[in-house]
């Protein structure tokens, strides 16, 4: 990534920040909840000397901060909610849901077991459920379906709403020949009514006899033709599988900037039109990746963050000398004094693995606190990110 800013975590990111956090906070206890917003919530955990602040923002982050955050002075409805349940228990375990980005905070055990689900997909959720995961509140519903919502008094939906696992993806060359080769069914449904269209006007066309008597038909047919021309050429188009879309079907965890970088370590464009000789390749990639993930979740990985600099050029106005001007003179215009440029930066990415970019990289020993220092400077005014 180079000029745009990251804005969430990806499942590498959510990865990383389980493995850190898990030994980091598990054993805290539950000191009180904040509201920052109605996405951001901040739990104070505590123990002995050890005092941590965990953020977690729906759909967005989670990580803990030493940021002073300004709290809603009235809790929300659902910060009650939290403080009810989870006042006092022990964090007891902090897990990833398969390779979802949806994160499983337990807290307490037994008949006092209650956990917190954050997901940070699409527009992400905070949600409080009992040990048997029936959701007491949350931040807002769902429907799946009539029989299946993410609403209260339901039991969270976990095959639909978290159903990634590494253990299911499939990289055998059978499946990938299939991937490449298969029509798509949105494509199937068009033949279908192109077909029943063709037919139809076939049927009107012979009713009308082999002489059209409109004069404006034949210019009608011809209009049709070019539609029909366009509507098959954008349907070729639909149907060119690129290399980077079978790599995202055998590994749908990975976000479209690493599945490209996956790729162009190979030396193979993403854009490349698949076919069966990229099989191989393919393959690897998948592999490699399901193995790396498997070793990188019991890593202590370390933060980076990339970059740019932005220099800003204070000026004053002032008089160039501090006295009256003399009778008959002219008065002098006001001079403008410029100072040194000042420079401020502006993060883009963090990251829990080595960046490959053009922009500045800075590393930290804790990708924890690199996802801190990149959201602080982003929630701050900007008259104090200088």
Known sequence: MSGKTKTRFTTLDVTAMVAELRSKLVGLRINNIYDLNTKTY?????RSEQKEFLILESGVRFHTTSMNAEKNKIPSPFTMKLRKYLREKRLEDVQQIGVERVVDFTFGREDSEYHILLELYASGNLILTDGHYKILALIRSHEFNEEIKTAVGETYPFEQAANLKLESFRTDSEYISDLINQEPAQNKAEDQEDAKSTTTEQANKNKKGSKEKNAGASKKDGKKENQKQAKDKDKNKKNIKKVKDILFKLLP???????????????LNPNTKASEEHIAVLQEIANESIEFLKAF?????????????????ESSTVDKENKPAEINQEPQEPQEVK????EWIKYLEFSPIPLKTSDKVKELNSFDKAVDEFFTKHDLPDAQKN
Not at 339 to 342: F, I, Y
């Open 297 to 313: 979740a019991q890593s202590k990985p370390t933060g980076y963050l990339s970059y740019k600099t932005i220099e800003t050029e």
């Open 339 to 342: 100072t040194a440029p000042k």
């Open 42 to 46: 901040v739990f104070k955990l505590t």
């Open 253 to 267: 965890c990975f976000h479209q900037s690493m599945i490209d970088q996956l790729l162009k370590d190979k030396d």
